[in-house]
């Protein structure tokens, strides 16, 4: 399927209308507010649908009530300072944040993290996406009623978490990666109790498996919903298991792991040609269990060495541009740094992976049923403060 | 640089420079700048007339599928000299107030004070590129990109808020994050950062002593 540009046009022209209709309340159907607080919304996310009986005419999801104004924020922070700010933006992969940020200023001052720092950064890198998958595995099943597997996340999910606070001393917010290395070396002993935390949850993954995507219900409530074609996924900027599950074969892991260390390993990319709602959940359980691979086969292969390249004690980036993106849990994330030799960014372009991942919302809610909506939006899973950083 | 880690890329990069060559005889003089980064990255700037042209161009000729994002940056030099430098700094140290910087731009060069940006992937081959126009000063002016990427709807309104840029064809641009009466342009150099103008610098905080720290010689080895 491709869509024209005028189609596209014609899209973005409805939704304008149907906005406006909405907003002056001069309609004749029905106007249903889902949020800002709801359950299935991760935070303060409003959609606004315009009903038509029970089928959804028009859904304009409504952001800002989270604006944290970080690029703003960044231009007044020093380089080591900004990556405090940027743990926020998706709080349940912290660390994730930090490290394309560190990359790109790592690239202007052509600085390269020491090996053992590289394996490390990257451990943790896919630490934070299976703590952060693991709830959406859970959650999901929740928006459809289905609350057992949400308390199965959140118990497992405190396996991977205690052993990143065991590094990093913060559950959420690590704010360990450094420009030329990380804070500090690993605890004694982290690597077994890793495994046996990784053990548990690729328990936790069979179980899901079994519980959830061998149940009946859940296939029928996500089979052939929320379909979001290869075309207008691309269009849209989708990307992470949103994109994958489209059936395009794209994962920044493999195709640009600039400054982690996913080339040393042997794993896979997964990828589900359906599309839908379905195939979102399929992928992200198939990738938990591939980064539960890849952290154990990392463990086992630390280079020793210092964790920490020689820089220099304050941070000047040369001017530059430079533009770094990884695949985080949401998707792919980067920054774009733009830097005068001074001790601040002069500017900070953030590319979080939920905003483009919402914008498709319009496009693929329009004409679904009430209940779809909400399992729809969760299956593109997405993080409030990544949307509206 | 004393690491031996770091790596040396092509010192010339032959794709890249082979498609700026290509791109420059499609563009035409619309074509205003090019900038390489040997085995990493490219950026061309063209002029503003043909930015939606551009992005279609490399849509369908060069498989630039990908929307990544669109942007914009204000290359004025804060008038409030550098941001850390907040008032109460310069009271506090008895400095003076700094004179603005000269006005410099960054890759692929720039003339006017505003400068929308792009980001398109090529997601088969593995390559992105930057796109650049300058908009011209009078008018703050862009053609709007939805047409050929539909999924740059929100990040026009996210630009045209925070920046007060005008996408011409661009059919709804209210704010997308500020409320609706919002007034001033947050992104813009002018803008002040208030929290940064009242209060002391945050890095002043570090110096203080724990409670337990007698001896200052420990706190000051602490590197």
């Not at chain 1, 409504?62 to 300072?81: A, D, F, N, S």
């Not at chain 1, 997964?270 to 839908?276: A, E, F, K, S, Y």
């Not at chain 1, 939920?354 to 319009?362: G, H, I, K, L, W």
């Not at chain 2, 004025?76 to 008032?87: Q, T």
Request: aromatic share 10%.
């Amino acid at each position: 399927m491709t869509i024209t540009d005028r189609q596209q046009l014609a899209y973005i022209a409805g939704q304008a209308a149907d906005a406006r209709l909405n907003l002056e309340l001069e309609t004749e159907g029905m106007v249903l507010n889902i949020g800002p607080q709801h359950p299935a919304t991760h935070g303060t996310l409003r959609v606004i649908v315009r009903l038509d009986g029970e089928q959804v005419v028009a859904a304009e999801p409504v952001m800002g009530y989270m604006h944290r104004g970080y690029e703003k924020l960044t231009e007044v922070r020093t380089y080591p300072q900004v990556t405090t700010l940027i743990n926020r933006i998706d709080w349940l992969g912290s660390f994730a944040n930090e490290v394309p940020f560190i990359l790109a200023a790592e690239k202007l001052m052509e600085v390269e993290a020491p090996p053992r720092a590289q394996w490390i950064r990257t451990i943790l890198f896919e630490l934070s996406r299976i703590a952060n998958i693991t709830l959406f595995l859970g959650d999901m099943a929740a928006q459809l009623g289905a609350l057992t597997p949400v308390f199965y996340a959140f118990r497992d999910r405190e396996y991977i978490l205690n052993q990143i606070e065991a590094v990093t001393g913060g559950r959420f917010h690590p704010n360990f990666d450094r420009i030329g290395g990380l804070k500090d070396d690993l605890p004694k002993g982290w690597g077994e109790e890793t495994k046996g935390a990784l053990r548990k949850l690729s328990e936790f993954c069979d179980i899901m498996e079994n519980l959830v995507l061998g149940n009946e219900i859940f296939a029928a409530r996500t089979r052939g919903i929320g379909v979001i074609p290869a075309d207008v996924a691309q269009a849209y900027g989708l990307s992470g298991a949103n994109l994958r599950a489209s059936g395009v074969d794209f994962d920044l892991r493999r195709d640009n792991p600039v400054g982690l260390v996913y080339d040393k390993v042997d794993w896979k990319v997964w990828t589900h040609p359906d599309g839908d709602s379905f195939a979102r959940y399929w992928v992200r359980l198939q990738e938990t269990r591939e980064a539960i691979a890849i952290v154990e086969k990392l463990l086992d292969g630390i280079p020793a060495g210092p964790v920490m390249a020689k820089v220099p004690r304050i941070i000047k980036v040369p001017a530059g541009e430079a533009w770094v993106e990884t695949e985080n849990p949401l998707g792919a994330m980067g920054y774009y740094i733009v830097s005068k030799g001074d001790l601040t960014p002069f500017r900070v372009k953030i590319r979080s992976a939920s905003f483009n991942n919402v914008a498709v919302a319009p496009w693929v809610l329009r004409g679904v049923y009430v209940p779809d909506v909400i399992t729809i939006l969760a299956s593109l899973y997405f993080i409030l403060g990544d949307i509206d950083r | 640089m004393s690491s031996t880690e770091v790596e040396v890329g092509p010192a010339v990069d032959e794709q890249r420079t082979a498609l700026v060559a290509t791109l420059s005889t499609k563009l035409g003089s619309a074509l205003v700048g090019s900038h390489i980064r040997p085995g990493d990255d490219l950026w061309i700037r063209v002029t503003v007339d043909a930015w939606a042209d551009t992005f279609r161009m490399l849509r369908d000729a060069h498989g630039l599928k990908f929307f990544n994002w669109l942007s914009a940056i204000d290359w004025m030099p804060s008038p409030f000299g550098r941001d850390m430098d907040a008032e109460v700094d310069s009271i506090l140290q008895g400095k003076v107030a700094k004179a603005p910087e000269p006005t410099v731009t960054g890759y692929a060069g720039g003339d006017t004070r505003f400068q929308v940006l792009g980001r398109l992937h090529n997601l088969a081959d593995r390559w992105g590129i930057t796109i650049k126009a300058d908009i011209p000063d009078d008018t703050l002016t862009v053609p709007s990109i939805i047409s050929v990427f539909v999924g740059a709807n929100w990040h026009e309104r996210e630009v045209a808020e925070m920046y007060g840029i005008d996408f011409a064809g661009h059919p709804d641009q209210r704010k997308l994050y500020l409320p609706t009466g919002f007034e001033g342009y947050p992104l813009r150099k002018d803008f002040p950062l208030l929290a940064r103008r009242i209060k002391p610098w945050p890095g002043i905080v570090d110096v203080e002593q724990m409670p337990g720290d007698d001896e200052p010689e420990e706190a000051a080895a602490e590197d």
